[in-house]
């Protein structure tokens, strides 16, 4: 049960939401875009902030390393959340419904790198209402 004072990183894993400039993917600036990110987190984490969250592209384990990293430093509780809407991995969907104008090509890479990465823990995560009845009940 996460309690009031503890700090959680949450990532959300988008297959469509690529780095852009003026609204348009740009593949050679994805590197500077990941990075960006990433430093953005550490600073965010190193002062401590309650809630972070980390919307990215991350589709494979590897790109999320840094995050992981991040949160065991700064003694963060991860959270990922991946999307579950039926056409998530429909390359067509993505590409009609992305407004950033990633090639099919690019999802469809995308799409076929994608791990899938398993928790080390599962867990409930009751509002403040049912925490406290939680924890009534327990006493």
């Known amino acids: 049960m996460l309690m009031p004072n503890n700090k959680v990183l949450i990532g959300y894993c988008h297959l469509c ?14 590197k500077n875009a990941h ?15 309650l809630l972070v969250v980390v919307d ?3 589709v494979k ?25 039926p056409w998530r991995y429909n390359v067509q969907e993505l590409a009609a419904r ?3 104008g990633v090639s099919i090509d690019v999802l469809s890479r995308r799409v076929k ?12 995560f009751l509002n403040l209402a049912d925490s406290r009845d939680l924890l009534t009940t327990a006493s």
């Open 17 to 30: 939401t690529l780095y852009y400039v003026n609204s348009l993917f740009k593949v050679e600036e994805l």
């Open 35 to 49: 990075q960006f990110s990433q430093d953005i987190c550490d600073e965010y984490c190193s002062r401590g902030e």
């Open 56 to 58: 990215n592209t991350n």
């Open 61 to 85: 384990r590897w790109e999320m390393g840094t995050y992981f990293k991040l949160a065991e430093k700064y003694r963060y509780t991860v959270i990922l959340a991946e999307p579950k809407t």
């Open 98 to 100: 992305n407004s950033h």
């Open 113 to 124: 790198d994608y791990e899938r990465v398993l928790p080390r823990y599962f867990g409930w």
